[in-house]
Protein backbone atom coordinates (compact mmCIF):
# COMPACT_ATOMS: atom_id res chain seq x y z
CA UNK A 1 0.00 0.00 0.00
CA UNK A 2 1.08 3.79 -0.45
CA UNK A 3 0.12 6.24 2.33
CA UNK A 4 -0.65 9.80 1.22
CA UNK A 5 1.01 11.52 4.23
CA UNK A 6 -1.86 14.37 3.66
CA UNK A 7 -4.56 11.56 4.42
CA UNK A 8 -2.96 10.92 8.20
CA UNK A 9 -3.48 13.30 10.78
CA UNK A 10 -0.66 14.14 13.10
CA UNK A 11 -0.86 11.61 15.69
CA UNK A 12 -0.86 8.82 13.13
CA UNK A 13 1.65 10.48 11.19
CA UNK A 14 4.24 10.34 14.26
CA UNK A 15 3.41 6.85 15.11
CA UNK A 16 4.05 5.85 11.15
CA UNK A 17 7.12 8.01 11.23
CA UNK A 18 8.90 6.59 14.07
CA UNK A 19 7.62 3.11 14.06
CA UNK A 20 9.57 3.05 10.70
CA UNK A 21 12.41 5.36 10.94
CA UNK A 22 14.19 3.08 12.95
CA UNK A 23 16.26 2.47 15.05
CA UNK A 24 16.83 6.25 16.02
CA UNK A 25 19.60 7.71 18.64
CA UNK A 26 18.63 8.99 21.81
CA UNK A 27 19.95 12.33 23.01
CA UNK A 28 19.62 12.39 26.38
CA UNK A 29 19.79 16.04 26.37
CA UNK A 30 21.18 17.90 29.90
CA UNK A 31 20.70 21.85 30.19
CA UNK A 32 20.82 23.91 33.00
CA UNK A 33 18.82 27.27 34.07
CA UNK A 34 19.15 28.98 37.65
CA UNK A 35 20.73 26.04 38.91
CA UNK A 36 18.00 23.70 37.85
CA UNK A 37 19.38 20.97 35.96
CA UNK A 38 17.24 19.80 33.30
CA UNK A 39 17.43 16.10 31.76
CA UNK A 40 15.74 15.06 29.22
CA UNK A 41 15.52 11.89 25.98
CA UNK A 42 15.18 13.31 22.40
CA UNK A 43 14.70 10.41 19.34
CA UNK A 44 14.02 13.25 16.44
CA UNK A 45 18.48 13.81 16.30
CA UNK A 46 21.19 12.52 14.01
CA UNK A 47 24.36 13.78 12.86
CA UNK A 48 24.38 16.21 10.35
CA UNK A 49 28.35 16.53 8.99
CA UNK A 50 31.73 16.03 10.60
CA UNK A 51 33.35 19.38 9.66
CA UNK A 52 31.72 21.29 11.17
CA UNK A 53 30.67 18.42 13.76
CA UNK A 54 26.75 19.16 13.87
CA UNK A 55 24.01 17.57 14.94
CA UNK A 56 20.37 18.45 14.78
CA UNK A 57 17.77 17.61 17.12
CA UNK A 58 14.05 18.49 17.04
CA UNK A 59 12.12 19.67 20.50
CA UNK A 60 8.48 20.19 20.38
CA UNK A 61 6.75 22.09 22.76
CA UNK A 62 4.68 21.52 26.60
CA UNK A 63 1.49 23.09 25.96
CA UNK A 64 0.26 25.61 22.93
CA UNK A 65 3.18 28.06 22.86
CA UNK A 66 5.37 27.12 25.88
CA UNK A 67 8.73 25.35 24.48
CA UNK A 68 10.04 22.18 26.54
CA UNK A 69 12.53 23.12 29.17
CA UNK A 70 15.29 21.28 26.63
CA UNK A 71 14.30 23.57 24.41
CA UNK A 72 13.78 27.25 26.13
CA UNK A 73 17.59 25.97 28.13
CA UNK A 74 19.28 26.12 24.86
CA UNK A 75 17.74 28.84 23.39
CA UNK A 76 18.62 30.86 26.91
CA UNK A 77 22.15 29.36 27.47
CA UNK A 78 23.35 27.96 24.02
CA UNK A 79 24.75 25.22 25.57
CA UNK A 80 24.01 21.86 25.91
CA UNK A 81 25.28 18.17 26.94
CA UNK A 82 23.93 15.27 25.04
CA UNK A 83 24.42 12.28 26.70
CA UNK A 84 24.21 8.40 25.24
CA UNK A 85 21.79 5.87 26.40
CA UNK A 86 22.48 2.34 27.21
CA UNK A 87 21.24 -0.97 28.57
CA UNK A 88 22.32 0.24 32.58
CA UNK A 89 20.69 3.77 32.43
CA UNK A 90 17.06 2.92 30.29
CA UNK A 91 15.04 3.31 33.45
CA UNK A 92 16.40 6.84 34.16
CA UNK A 93 16.12 7.95 30.67
CA UNK A 94 12.67 6.87 30.93
CA UNK A 95 11.70 8.43 33.79
CA UNK A 96 13.70 11.99 32.22
CA UNK A 97 10.76 11.64 29.64
CA UNK A 98 8.06 12.81 32.33
CA UNK A 99 6.97 16.52 32.26
CA UNK A 100 7.65 18.35 35.31
CA UNK A 101 7.71 22.24 36.24
CA UNK A 102 10.36 24.17 34.36
CA UNK A 103 12.13 24.96 38.26
CA UNK A 104 11.93 20.82 39.15
CA UNK A 105 15.35 18.53 37.97
CA UNK A 106 14.33 15.12 36.83
CA UNK A 107 18.46 14.72 38.16
CA UNK A 108 17.15 15.66 41.39
CA UNK A 109 13.77 13.92 41.79
CA UNK A 110 14.72 10.82 40.40
CA UNK A 111 18.34 10.70 41.84
CA UNK A 112 20.11 10.05 39.07
CA UNK A 113 23.60 10.36 39.62
CA UNK A 114 25.56 13.63 37.44
CA UNK A 115 29.08 15.10 37.03
CA UNK A 116 30.45 17.85 35.55
CA UNK A 117 33.82 17.74 33.81
CA UNK A 118 33.55 20.59 32.42
CA UNK A 119 33.05 23.77 34.59
CA UNK A 120 31.29 25.97 31.17
CA UNK A 121 28.72 22.82 29.72
CA UNK A 122 25.63 21.40 31.27
CA UNK A 123 26.49 18.48 33.69
CA UNK A 124 26.73 14.95 31.91
CA UNK A 125 25.23 12.00 33.48
CA UNK A 126 27.56 9.58 35.28
CA UNK A 127 26.39 6.19 33.60
CA UNK A 128 26.88 6.86 30.40
CA UNK A 129 29.45 5.90 28.19
CA UNK A 130 29.71 9.30 26.00
CA UNK A 131 28.85 12.89 26.04
CA UNK A 132 28.97 15.28 23.72
CA UNK A 133 29.39 18.94 25.27
CA UNK A 134 27.29 21.03 22.26
CA UNK A 135 27.10 25.17 21.52
CA UNK A 136 23.75 26.42 20.12
CA UNK A 137 24.85 26.54 16.34
CA UNK A 138 21.29 27.57 14.27
CA UNK A 139 17.39 27.16 14.73
CA UNK A 140 15.71 25.72 11.55
CA UNK A 141 12.58 27.39 10.95
CA UNK A 142 10.13 25.07 10.10
CA UNK A 143 5.95 25.40 10.40
CA UNK A 144 4.41 23.35 13.17
CA UNK A 145 5.24 23.19 16.90
CA UNK A 146 8.46 21.31 16.69
CA UNK A 147 12.11 23.48 16.64
CA UNK A 148 14.78 21.81 14.91
CA UNK A 149 18.05 22.72 16.75
CA UNK A 150 21.31 22.01 15.04
CA UNK A 151 24.02 21.70 17.90
CA UNK A 152 28.25 22.08 17.41
CA UNK A 153 30.23 19.18 19.24
CA UNK A 154 32.93 20.93 21.40
CA UNK A 155 34.03 17.98 23.34
CA UNK A 156 33.35 14.76 24.04
CA UNK A 157 33.39 12.48 27.20
CA UNK A 158 34.30 9.24 26.26
CA UNK A 159 34.80 6.06 28.98
CA UNK A 160 38.25 4.63 29.34
CA UNK A 161 38.78 1.80 27.11
CA UNK A 162 36.06 2.86 24.90
CA UNK A 163 38.27 4.69 22.02
CA UNK A 164 41.13 2.27 20.48
CA UNK A 165 43.90 3.42 18.93
CA UNK A 166 42.59 4.23 15.42
CA UNK A 167 39.91 6.25 16.69
CA UNK A 168 37.11 3.62 17.13
CA UNK A 169 34.85 4.37 19.27
CA UNK A 170 33.05 1.45 21.25
CA UNK A 171 29.79 2.11 22.81
CA UNK A 172 26.90 -0.25 23.44
CA UNK A 173 23.69 2.42 23.09
CA UNK A 174 20.37 2.03 23.13
CA UNK A 175 18.05 3.19 20.42
CA UNK A 176 14.33 4.23 19.92
CA UNK A 177 12.29 2.11 17.63
CA UNK A 178 8.84 3.12 17.55
CA UNK A 179 7.67 3.60 21.59
CA UNK A 180 10.24 0.56 22.17
CA UNK A 181 14.25 1.06 23.50
CA UNK A 182 16.30 -1.55 21.44
CA UNK A 183 19.83 -2.51 22.05
CA UNK A 184 21.81 -2.74 18.69
CA UNK A 185 23.06 -6.51 17.89
CA UNK A 186 26.36 -7.27 15.88
CA UNK A 187 25.82 -9.08 12.55
C1 LIG B 1 13.00 7.80 24.00
C2 LIG B 1 12.25 9.10 23.92
C3 LIG B 1 12.44 9.96 22.84
C4 LIG B 1 11.80 11.19 22.78
N1 LIG B 1 12.04 11.99 21.70
C5 LIG B 1 11.50 13.24 21.65
C6 LIG B 1 11.80 14.12 20.56
O1 LIG B 1 12.57 13.79 19.64
N2 LIG B 1 11.26 15.36 20.58
C7 LIG B 1 10.45 15.79 21.59
O2 LIG B 1 10.00 16.94 21.59
N3 LIG B 1 10.15 14.96 22.64
C8 LIG B 1 10.66 13.72 22.69
N4 LIG B 1 10.39 12.89 23.76
C9 LIG B 1 9.56 13.41 24.87
C10 LIG B 1 10.39 14.29 25.84
O3 LIG B 1 11.46 13.52 26.41
C11 LIG B 1 9.48 14.78 26.98
O4 LIG B 1 8.50 15.62 26.43
C12 LIG B 1 10.22 15.49 28.10
O5 LIG B 1 9.33 15.67 29.19
C13 LIG B 1 10.75 16.86 27.72
O6 LIG B 1 11.36 17.38 28.86
P1 LIG B 1 11.76 18.89 29.08
O7 LIG B 1 10.50 19.74 29.12
O8 LIG B 1 12.47 18.85 30.40
O9 LIG B 1 12.65 19.30 27.95
C14 LIG B 1 10.95 11.61 23.83
C15 LIG B 1 10.71 10.73 24.90
C16 LIG B 1 11.34 9.48 24.94
C17 LIG B 1 11.09 8.57 26.10
Same mark, same amino acid.
Given at each position: ?5 K ?15 I??? @? ?5 E ?9 F ?16 ? $?? #??E $??P?? *? ?7 ? #?? *? ?10 ? =?????T ?12 E ?11 S? @??? *? ?10 ? =???? $?????? @????? #?????D $? ?6 ? =?? @? ?9 ? #?A????
Amino acid at each position: MIIDYKDVNDLNRYKIMSDTVIPRP @IAWIVTEDEGVINAAPFSYFVPLSSNPALVIVSI $GQ #KEE $GIPKD *TLANILKHK #KA *TICFVNKDNTKD =VKLCATMLDKNKSEVEKYEIDVQKPLEDYPSM @ISS *TQSALFCDFYQK =VDIP $GKTTPI @ILEIK #KQFIED $GRLDEKSH =VH @IENIGRSGAFF #KAMVDL
